[in-house]
Every structure is written in structure tokens, then in C-alpha cells.
């Protein structure tokens, strides 16, 4: 039997003609699933954590190794981690979301066009035209987005 952590903000639970639906939204959720169940992520969401190798500023793409990650530096390509949430200075844990929802209100972006990663962590919506170009996330609204980070796509 294997065990599942996940750390939503409320959990529902639901009985179902199939089984139990549970639908976690706030404090830690343990899920016990016996051999051969599904889990589904429905949660919308994925997060972890990396040991800053430099101080990082929050809302910046980072590498596997803790770095800002550069769209100009072709061996980033296949090391992108995710997005910090806010700043720490090197050598602590940054948190990073690797997939799902984020806001922050200094943001201004334009809905319907993609958001890539560009030099130093930053995000542009402007498609590079060197190094390689890899689409971050989508806006919902001007202020927040939804990273579900693309294949690197090396531009010749």
C-alpha cells in the first residue's frame, strides 16, 4: 500500500455510487489507496520545494539546482523546476509552484496570449527570437495565470 500527502486548503468528502470522491482545499489530506486504485489530480495544482543556490526575488522561473533559469542559456532547456512564490535569500528552501494557479497583483498581463520565460527567471509575453523559447502559463485575468510549463522549443 502506498501513501499520498497532498496539502489543500478544505477537504470534501463525497460518497458516490463508484466509492468515495474526496476533494481536498485546506490542511494536509493522507490517502491510503488499497492496490491497484486510481488517484486523479484534481486539485488543479502542484507544488515543491529547492535549496536556493542565489538569492531568488518571488514570481521568477528557477532551475532543478536553484537557479534563475534564462531562456539564453541553452542547458536551462531541460532543467526548468517551476515558479518561486515569493523571495528567500540563497541556501533556504524556496517554494515553487511547478503546475497550477497563481496571482500577484503587480502583474498586467494580456489575457489570450501565452506567457514565456525570458532572461533571469522573468516572464515576458513577448516570444523570444533567441536561445530557446518555452511557454510558462496562460492568463486567467491580468493578474494571475495558470503555469503549465511547455517543451523547450530551441530557436535556429
Known amino acids: 500500500m502506498s501513501e499520498m500527502t497532498v496539502q489543500p486548503k478544505i477537504v470534501k468528502v463525497n460518497p458516490t455510487d463508484d466509492g468515495v470522491s474526496v476533494a481536498a482545499v485546506r490542511k494536509n489530506v493522507v490517502v491510503n489507496p488499497q492496490k ?12 515543491t520545494t529547492v535549496v536556493a543556490a542565489e538569492n531568488l526575488g518571488g514570481h521568477r522561473i528557477v532551475t532543478v539546482e536553484g537557479y534563475y533559469a534564462s531562456k539564453d542559456n541553452l542547458s536551462d532547456k531541460f532543467k526548468i523546476l517551476g515558479m518561486t512564490t515569493g523571495a528567500v535569500v540563497s541556501g533556504d528552501d524556496a517554494s515553487i509552484i511547478t503546475h497550477g494557479f497563481i496571482t500577484e497583483s503587480s502583474w498586467n498581463w494580456t489575457v489570450g496570449n501565452p506567457i514565456f520565460l525570458d532572461a533571469n527567471g522573468l516572464l515576458t509575453q513577448t516570444p523570444p527570437i533567441g536561445g530557446f523559447r518555452m511557454i510558462i502559463g496562460i492568463p486567467q485575468t491580468s493578474t494571475s495565470m495558470f503555469v503549465d510549463i511547455s517543451e523547450p522549443i530551441i530557436i535556429i
Not at 491497484?36 to 507544488?47: C, F, W
Open 36 to 47: 491497484g486504485t486510481v488517484i486523479y489530480n484534481v486539485l488543479g495544482g502542484g507544488a
